[in-house]
């Protein structure tokens, strides 16, 4: 077993630190910025590896923005909206947002994805006996998910359940 960690102090520490990080997963500049800060490393320390990662192409917000989006909508059959907001809490740039999105949504159908949510989530708690709380209780799983209140309302008549949306839908803030 390992003792405590000691935070990076020279940028090659810290970037080895961030080569690892990467290694592992991936991460927005923002994030492994503040990675590296939880670590220890000064601040501008840790704007000066991610500088130097961003310049060699090892990390790529807009390359991460599409690779999260897709695994997102295809894996777990989030909406636009879940995937939008968690992609700005990682702090990726708007631009960089708006072309995953477009992309990843140009290749999957946002309503398929909706559909196959309410297939499995059927499935699960069996479509007899549905009660209008089990319902209430979907459509919020949907919203949450970052599915838009009308494609709800939309899918759940398709499936013949009972709809009782009163929910605002997402913003764009």
């Known amino acids: 077993m390992s ?5 990076p102090r020279t940028e090659a520490e810290a970037y080895d630190l961030a080569l690892r990080a990467l290694a592992r997963r991936s991460y927005s500049a923002f994030q492994l910025e503040q990675y590296l800060q939880q670590r220890g490393a000064p601040p ?12 060699e192409r090892l990390l790529d917000d807009a390359r991460f923005a599409r690779q999260f989006a897709f695994e997102r909508a295809t894996g777990r059959q989030q ?3 879940r995937i939008l907001h968690e992609l700005r809490r990682r702090g990726v ?4 947002i708006q072309a995953a999105l477009s992309e990843v949504f140009s290749e999957t159908d946002e309503r398929e994805l ?5 297939e499995r989530w059927l499935r699960q708690r069996g479509h007899a ?4 709380r089990h319902v209430a209780s979907l459509q919020r799983a949907l919203l949450r998910a970052g599915f838009d209140a009308q494609r709800i309302r ?5 499936f013949d359940l009972p709809v009782k949306l009163e929910a605002p839908e997402p913003t764009e803030e």
């Open 129 to 132: 006996r549905l009660e209008p």
């Open 154 to 158: 939309d899918a759940l008549d398709a």
């Open 114 to 118: 909706l559909h196959r949510r309410i």
């Open 44 to 55: 501008e320390l840790a704007r000066q590896v991610v500088r130097r990662l961003l310049r």
């Open 79 to 81: 909406g636009h909206w």
């Open 3 to 7: 003792g405590p960690r000691k935070p």
């Open 93 to 96: 740039a708007p631009a960089h």
